[in-house]
């Protein structure tokens, strides 16, 4: 069976289907050694201009003319909601590894009933817990998110060892087999490759980054995604989260301060970081966009629960809440009540492949040994728009350099997506209309968003 797009013969070469596309990059001339003058240069700018449609990006205003350059969208206008869309995942590369800081995120898929005297259940069954960022965060300022942050020493100390203690032990926690590590973007260190502040950890990555999100969604939602210590974990169904404990805001205000206060608390209550309800889902990393500082590699992982649990947002990073199913999640987004980042309505729109919250629990555990792909988008700028390409689409070149360049061509989007046919690509149109287009078979046991096609009429 072929895949919808899928060339028949021989397959064009990848500088092939980036010259058609007009989206050629501009390589630095690399030699094997300073004593190699003979290694072959890539063509000058003028000549991939002429022949390609590139438009080379200079530092200085991004392509060197004054005001909007080609292919970045508008600026979006003054107001809070305007500025919810104003930074997406942004910031230059610094050559060390250090300067990608390691995260992780938690979707909380809830089931959900209609309250009232007749059970009612909607079409996707479950609902996601959507955190409001406050308009005051340097990062994605107002954007809607999942629970999660930044990985803290804290959270890989030996000091958890004795909690998880006598049923629980390294290497894995009982997690289950390791899965494969996913592949690493050239110039990047590999998945697990501990920071420079993190040597002799006592902790798996598996469970340090599990932890991580525990923690980020009790300080930021006031979740506690925790279970008895000492227990085993228990039949493979969706869990609960732990009522709140008295002096809840005390304690929020102590693990906010200093991170490991979140183990005097679990240690308070009796309790471990309930590891084993957190399955892996995806890894994504920002993408290169001029102008911005900050970056991330970060561990998304999918919890299930059986219900919702209360909600109380810590009115610092975050200001609003709500429970939405994928497609409510997307209506508001397009209607301009929220604003997500490009990763968040890809996952969503993902999780809309889900009819009920039992399916998606029942795939997470099925493909448990399979381990999360890990992504660092493409960003493709256009005459009128920008594309975040992922792996396997046909203009994804995996290259060191589109750490810190993009793809720059001036066509418009529309002739872009014309001349193409393997897709696995968000087309950005402006900061509240995405469309997504998937034409490529996912890889390890895990789905794909279906393609999502915004109307002209919002375009």
Known sequence: MTVPGQRLGQPLSRESELARAGATPLRRCRTSSPASPSAQCPPGPEFLARHTGLQPLVREGRCGRAGRCPGAPAAP??????????????????????SWRRAASVVLAAGWTHPGPTAWSPAEGFRLLLLQRSPRQGFMPGAHVFPGGVLDAADRSADWLRLFEPHHAPPRFGLGPAPPPPSAFPGLPAAGATDGDAGGAALPDDVAFRICAIREAFEEAGVLLLRPRGSRPSAPEPGRALPPPPGLAAWRARVRRDPRHFLRLCAHLDCTPDVWALHD??????PFVVGGSRRFDTAFFLCCLREPPPVLPDQAEVVGYQWSSPSEATESFISEEIWLAPPQFYEIRRLQNFASLSDLHKFCLDRAIEGPERWL??????ADGRLQLLPGDELYLEDSYFL?????????????MKEGKKFHRIVIHSPH?????????????????KNYVVSKSRL
């Not at 889902?281 to 920002?286: D, F, G, K």
């Not at 810190?404 to 872009?416: A, F, I």
């Open 377 to 382: 988008p493409i960003t493709c700028l256009t």
């Open 433 to 449: 209309v995405y469309s997504i287009h998937v034409t490529v078979q996912s890889k390890c046991k895990h789905v794909y968003p």
């Open 77 to 98: 206008e003054p107001g809070a909601r305007k500025q919810r869309a104003a930074a997406a995942m942004s910031g230059p590369l610094r050559p060390s590894p250090s």
């Open 404 to 416: 810190e360049n993009p793809l720059s061509t001036e066509k418009k989007t529309e002739e872009v």
């Open 281 to 286: 889902w995806s890894a994504w990393l920002t």
